[in-house]
C-alpha cells in the first residue's frame, strides 16, 4: 500500500487547512492520522473506521480537528480549524491493512504510513 499524501501549509493561527491522504490499491482500510513536533514523539492526531462510521480523536484536538473519506478516491482527509502554532508538526497518515481491523490510537497497529507533511501555523 503507498500513501500519497498533500496539504503542506503555512498557515497563521485561527486559520485552517486541509490534509488529503490517498491509498493505492483500490481497497479501504482504516484510516489514521499522527503527528510530530520537533522533540517530541509521534502523537496520535484521528482515526476513521474502513465504513467511515467510527472516527476518534485525540481529546486536545476535538472541535477543531475533523476526519473523514473519499470512496470514490480511496482517500481520507483531516479538516483543521482554528490552528494553533502548537499544530506545528509534521503530519503522517497512516494506514491498517488488516482484517477486521478498527479505528485505534496506537502507531503500532498500522502497518503502512506516508512520507509525512509539514504543517506550520505562525502566531
Known amino acids: 500500500v503507498q500513501l500519497v499524501e498533500s496539504g503542506v501549509g503555512l498557515v497563521q493561527a485561527g486559520g485552517s487547512l486541509r490534509l488529503s491522504c490517498a491509498a493505492s490499491?483500490?481497497?479501504?482500510?482504516?484510516m489514521g492520522w499522527f503527528r510530530q513536533a520537533p522533540g517530541n514523539d509521534r502523537e496520535f492526531v484521528s482515526s476513521?473506521?474502513?465504513?467511515?462510521?467510527?472516527?476518534v480523536y485525540a481529546d486536545s484536538l476535538k472541535g477543531r480537528f475533523t476526519i473523514s473519506r473519499d470512496y470514490d478516491k480511496y482517500a481520507a482527509y483531516l479538516q483543521m480549524n482554528n490552528l494553533k502554532p502548537e499544530d506545528t508538526a509534521v503530519y503522517y497518515c497512516?494506514?491498517?491493512?488488516?482484517?477486521?481491523?478498527?479505528?485505534?490510537?496506537?502507531?503500532?497497529?498500522?502497518?503502512?504510513w506516508g512520507q509525512g507533511t509539514q504543517v506550520t501555523v505562525s502566531s
Open positions: 476513521i473506521s474502513r465504513g467511515g462510521n467510527n472516527r
Open positions: 490499491g483500490r481497497t479501504f482500510y482504516t
Open positions: 497512516a494506514v491498517d491493512s488488516s482484517l477486521g481491523a478498527t479505528i485505534s490510537q496506537l502507531e503500532n497497529e498500522y502497518n503502512y
